[in-house]
């Protein structure tokens, strides 16, 4: 798996992670054509899930705040055994879901996840789905910088249906660029220190919108994929890698 230098150190590994015919698939930045992914092998991050690890949970859009069921059995339970500890973020998409345009609410839901952070003592893993994937990518980005940040060693992130990953829906204006209150990161993804997991199914067109977007098939595709497979990542087994 490909590391970058980061200073005088090596960053932890972004993992770009597929799912598509009950196979995982690890990928760094490159494009993999064909529809049968090509699988790598990848490794539980060194905060694994036992009970004196923290797992700060964070929902996706229209879901504040994760449930307890949810928790238990995100990415197949592999989260149960931690002490599990929900993080309430706004939640909403105007004008698609309540009042609070994207940007808004993913600022205050970075700031309560940075809180969670400061207030959690011993490793910790952060996990995100959704909206919440996109608020720990943020996250992860702005502790890369931060002078009183946890170390590599401390803090592991595990995101599912990332928004905001090479290919999501909001990669497809360029960096920058703003309407309603959504920025598009163009598929800028800056290096961070942590471990970064970041799976997506193959025809979730919320995370993996298609290369080809005049293709209408592919397009037609991605919209049922956002309906039907967008929410189907409770069974994600990181351990069948």
Not at 156 to 175: C, E, Q, S, W, Y
Not at 192 to 220: H, K, Q, S
């Amino acid at each position: 798996m490909q590391t970058i230098p980061w200073g005088d150190r090596e960053i932890g590994e972004r993992r770009w992670v597929r799912r598509s015919r009950c196979v995982l698939a690890t990928f760094a930045t490159a494009t993999v054509m064909g529809s049968v992914p090509i699988a790598m092998p990848i490794a539980i991050p060194a905060a694994t899930a036992r009970a004196e690890t923290t797992a700060l949970v964070l929902g996706g859009t229209a879901q504040p705040t994760p449930s307890q069921w949810d928790m238990e059995n995100a990415l197949d339970g592999i989260l149960a055994d931690c002490t599990l500890v929900p993080v309430t973020t706004p939640a909403q998409w105007w004008p698609l879901v309540g009042t609070v345009p994207w940007d808004e609410s993913v600022a205050e839901g970075g700031q309560s996840l940075m809180d969670a952070i400061a207030a959690t003592d011993g490793p910790i893993i952060v996990f995100g789905y959704s909206q919440g994937a996109y608020i720990a990518n943020q996250v992860a980005q702005q502790l890369s910088v931060a002078g009183d940040a946890p170390s590599r060693d401390e803090l592991t992130f595990i995101v599912t249906a990332n928004i905001g990953r090479p290919g999501g829906l909001l990669t497809v204006l360029p960096n920058g660029w703003s309407i309603l209150g959504t920025t598009f990161t163009g598929g800028v993804q800056p290096a961070t220190p942590y471990d970064f997991i970041d799976v997506a199914y193959e025809y979730d067109g919320i995370a993996r919108w298609p290369t080809y977007r005049g293709n209408v098939i592919a397009d037609l595709n991605a919209v049922m994929g956002a309906l039907y497979v967008h929410g189907a990542y409770s069974k994600v087994d990181l351990d069948d890698v």
